[in-house]
Nanobody, 126 residues
Framework: QVQLVESGGGLVQAGGSLRLSCAPS????????MGWFRQAPGKERDFVAT????????GYADSVKGRFTISRDNAKNTVYLQMNSLNPEDTAVYYC???????????????????WGPGTQVTVSS
């Protein structure tokens, strides 16, 4: 069983930056594709970014392209989401997700993922 724990959320002013981290426990996640999703109040949980098992391929939602960067350090068993130029529309609970996959595909749908973290709140003030 893989348990995911997100960290790094908080309150930031518009234009600021945050870096989220996700550290799976229970096993190494070297052969897992990882994703970040977010859910704003009253809205669906939406795809944000994904990275394949070795970091060779990434994918982003159009709304965050050029502002957010997903990366991973398999030696540290951690995946990151660097978020720059934040705006109030980025306010949401951010979730880390994982699925076993040792390929170059990008996975952008909620049902693609097997494991989920409890989420971390990101609030961007105007």
């Amino acid at each position: 069983q893989v348990q995911l724990v997100e960290s790094g959320g908080g309150l930031v002013q518009a234009g600021g930056s945050l870096r989220l981290s996700c550290a799976p426990s229970g096993r190494t996640f070297s052969f897992y594709a990882m994703g970040w999703f977010r859910q704003a109040p009253g809205k669906e949980r939406d795809f944000v970014a994904t990275i394949n098992w070795n970091g060779g391929r990434t994918g982003y939602a159009d709304s965050v392209k050029g502002r957010f960067t997903i990366s991973r350090d398999n030696a540290k068993n951690t995946v990151y989401l660097q978020m720059n130029s934040l705006n109030p529309e980025d306010t949401a609970v951010y979730y880390c997700a994982a699925r076993s996959a040792s390929d170059t595909n990008v996975y952008t749908e909620r049902h693609d993922y097997t494991y989920w973290g409890p989420g971390t709140q990101v609030t961007v003030s105007s």
